[in-house]
């Protein structure tokens, strides 16, 4: 066998009795030389596995420790960058992984509540929610329920390309975004949207559900809405391509 | 019915794999597949040539939970897939026990193994350790879809209590031994 | 003043005149930024450690004017009533929690802060890797900003985590003590 598998799945099981409890007597030298003995946990055994995921699901904290924290990451990564569109890359980055983790816990969060409030928009069921197939049922999801989970309010618009050219653009406007209060930026970064943290957590939720998408996130302030941010979603081809399968086969 | 249960990254990277037994029927959780010496190697093999007929199903069926997508008849096994919103797949490889007419499970003869049994498993045929009704004696029924999806459920639960920890990547192996209890644990709930 | 009556305009400015944001996506970027320093240091925790501490003193220096500004509150007339000021307006304005204060010396020149909460940490599991549960301070943010706080209003202090349930511990537990109050109107040393 070339390749052996990389688990004994019976080993695996002869391991599953080994509580992360017992290792709090060994010294801290022998855990380092166990791999895989597990983390210490305190008396009462509390780990991540036992804190329920809808704990914290109405909970706030104050909007000027979220700037504070922001503005901290955003400044760290710039001193590790040579450029604006290096930051934003980073800060795109940072995003991304957020976005996985935020769509797995928005349909955690649908399947356990009674009151389901289905997220992808097509359907009306009180059903387990649908993973969205097609573009738009994904483009809503981000637009509410996603914009919901993070600032408390839907996205202030979703827009197509008009331009035949760009059929894969997609446009989700926020008046005000929240990344962009308070964080002042430096006059030479006068460009710099820090809205491209959201941008990767878009992508990080088009990845995940598998339309491979570029999101970039573009200054368009008006009058009434200096901050006016547009994410900027460019879907990949093989997405469009599916797209016209799936839309020849009826699927919504 | 032994189980062996996997979860796939979406790059097809397995994250998390666990053999076992069902817990019902008197049944004592310990998996006894019909080739204990190569078992793991052909659950795994049975397992990804079920890949692209879930990445089809994935696109027909918004579901998170498809239900049962795949037979295997030289092994008796049937594959239930679950797709988490973002990526991975939890597959459960199912494999009803021996026939009742040969010796006792799990020791390894094979000479009656193969398509005659999964037909009669197929047809919700039932054996003397566990009734028709019961999810250990048809793994298509809608009783063991029922038994399964809560089993996905709960273990999504938890794999998403590990996806939010910030230090955990996509793509890395799920090593908690604690992950691996919970698993355990709606293992012996459900199935 | 009292400790009772610090908690009770810590709930006043909590309710009234505290803008607020969803505690998730703090807690979420908070360890995004953890994740991202373990990684730029190559897990040289005690590094990360640092960093945390000097972002948190960046946010400290910036934070006591937003604090000042929100609670009106004068000056503390003695270490203790700061404690009481930091456990029961500041941590509840800024975090929406309220630790304990405990664990005096005699000299009432430090004291303890035990979190029975933690927004910043929930959902971390640290990595298993048999260094971080011994050498990462996980909020260690926290006590930079005290430090950057306070040294804004003359108190030179020194603050860190003793033990943190993250570890295995517990209890989380930060530990501060007055090193000085600062006499002459020095700039702040650059860090």
């Known amino acids: 066998m070339a390749h052996p598998p990389r688990h004994s799945a019976m080993l695996s099981l002869s391991n599953s009795g080994s509580s992360a409890n017992s290792?709090?007597?060994?010294?801290?030298?022998?855990?380092?030389?166990?791999?895989?003995?597990?983390?210490?946990?305190?008396?009462?055994?509390?780990?991540?596995?036992?804190?329920?995921?809808?704990?914290?699901?109405?909970?706030?904290i104050s909007r000027s420790s979220f700037a504070f924290l922001f503005g901290e990451m955003v400044t760290y990564a710039q001193r590790r960058v040579t450029g604006i569109q290096d930051l934003e890359k980073r800060l795109n980055e940072q995003g991304y992984p957020m976005g996985l983790r935020l769509l797995d816990l928005l349909y955690y969060r649908t399947i356990t509540s009674s009151t389901s409030s289905s997220l992808a928009s097509s359907s009306t069921s009180t059903a387990p929610p649908n993973r969205p197939l097609r573009i738009l049922p994904l483009l809503h999801l981000i637009h509410g329920p996603l914009w919901r989970l993070l600032f408390n309010r839907p996205a202030d618009a979703l827009e197509h390309s008009v331009s035949p050219d760009t059929p894969n653009?997609?446009?989700?406007?926020?008046?005000?975004?929240?990344?962009?209060?308070?964080?002042?930026?430096?006059?030479?970064?006068?460009?710099?949207?820090?809205?491209?943290?959201?941008?990767?957590?878009?992508?990080?939720?088009?990845?995940?559900?598998?339309?491979?998408?570029?999101?970039?996130a573009h200054n368009q302030p008006t009058e009434l809405w200096p901050g006016r941010t547009i994410f900027l979603v460019r879907f990949g081809e093989s997405v469009m391509e599916r797209e016209k399968v799936l839309e020849r086969a009826g699927i919504k | 019915m032994s189980y062996y249960f996997t979860i796939l990254?979406?790059?097809?990277?397995?994250?998390?794999?666990?053999?076992?037994?069902?817990?019902?029927?008197?049944?004592?959780?310990?998996?006894?597949?019909?080739f204990p010496d190569t078992a793991q190697y052909m659950n795994q093999f049975i397992?990804?040539?079920?890949l692209d007929i879930v990445e089809e199903a994935q696109w027909m069926n918004g579901n998170m939970y498809l239900k049962h997508i795949d037979t295997y008849p030289p092994a008796a096994a049937y594959i239930t897939a679950f797709l988490?919103?973002?990526?991975?797949?939890?597959?459960?490889?199912?494999?009803?026990?021996?026939?009742?007419?040969?010796?006792a499970p799990g020791n390894g003869s094979s000479s009656l193994l193969g398509s005659s049994f999964s037909s009669s498993a197929l047809s919700g045929g039932s054996s003397s350790r566990a009734s028709s009704s019961s999810i250990g004696a048809n793994p298509t029924s809608p009783q063991t879809e029922e038994a399964v999806r809560q089993f996905m459920n709960e273990v999504y639960e938890n794999y998403v209590k590990t996806m939010m920890s910030p230090f955990y990547r996509q793509g890395l192996e799920i090593k908690s031994p604690v992950f691996r209890s919970r698993v355990t644990a709606a293992g012996r709930k459900w199935l | 003043m009292s400790a009772t009556k610090a908690s009770r305009i810590g709930e006043e400015l909590w309710k009234t005149r505290i803008d607020k944001v969803n505690a998730e996506l703090v807690t979420l970027t908070y360890g995004t930024i953890v994740a991202q320093l373990c990684q730029d240091y190559d897990s040289n925790y005690q590094e990360v450690n640092k960093q945390l501490d000097k972002m948190g003193y960046n946010i400290g220096m910036r934070l006591i004017e937003d604090f000042l500004a929100k609670s009106g509150v004068g000056r503390c007339s003695n270490f203790r009533e700061t404690a009481d000021m930091i456990a029961k307006v500041g941590f509840k304005i800024f975090l929406n929690i309220s630790p304990t204060v405990t664990n005096w010396t005699s000299d009432n020149n430090q004291f303890s802060l035990v979190f029975d909460e933690n927004p910043l940490a929930d959902f971390v599991e640290l990595p298993d890797d048999g260094r971080a549960q011994d050498e990462l301070w996980f909020s260690n943010i926290l006590c930079g900003v005290l430090r950057g706080a306070l040294e804004m209003v003359q108190m030179q202090v020194d603050a860190h985590f003793v033990s943190d349930v993250l570890r295995g511990d517990d209890a989380t537990e930060m530990r501060v003590s007055l090193v000085r109050y600062i006499e002459d109107e020095m700039p702040p040393e650059e860090e």
């Not at chain 2, 919103?85 to 009742?100: E, I, K, N, V």
């Open chain 2, 47 to 50: 397992i990804h040539s079920s």
């Open chain 1, 23 to 60: 290792d709090k007597q060994q010294p801290p030298q022998q855990i380092q030389h166990i791999a895989n003995t597990g983390l210490r946990v305190p008396s009462n055994r509390k780990t991540i596995y036992d804190r329920h995921l809808n704990r914290s699901r109405n909970a706030e």
């Open chain 2, 9 to 34: 990254s979406p790059t097809d990277v397995p994250l998390f794999n666990i053999a076992f037994g069902t817990s019902k029927s008197g049944g004592d959780g310990i998996a006894r597949f019909r």
């Open chain 1, 169 to 216: 653009e997609y446009m989700i406007t926020d008046n005000d975004p929240l990344v962009n209060a308070y964080v002042s930026v430096p006059k030479e970064m006068h460009m710099l949207n820090c809205a491209a943290f959201v941008a990767g957590i878009i992508e990080g939720v088009c990845d995940g559900c598998g339309f491979e998408a570029k999101v970039t």
């Open chain 2, 84 to 103: 988490a919103p973002s990526g991975a797949r939890f597959l459960l490889l199912h494999q009803p026990p021996q026939l009742p007419s040969t010796t």
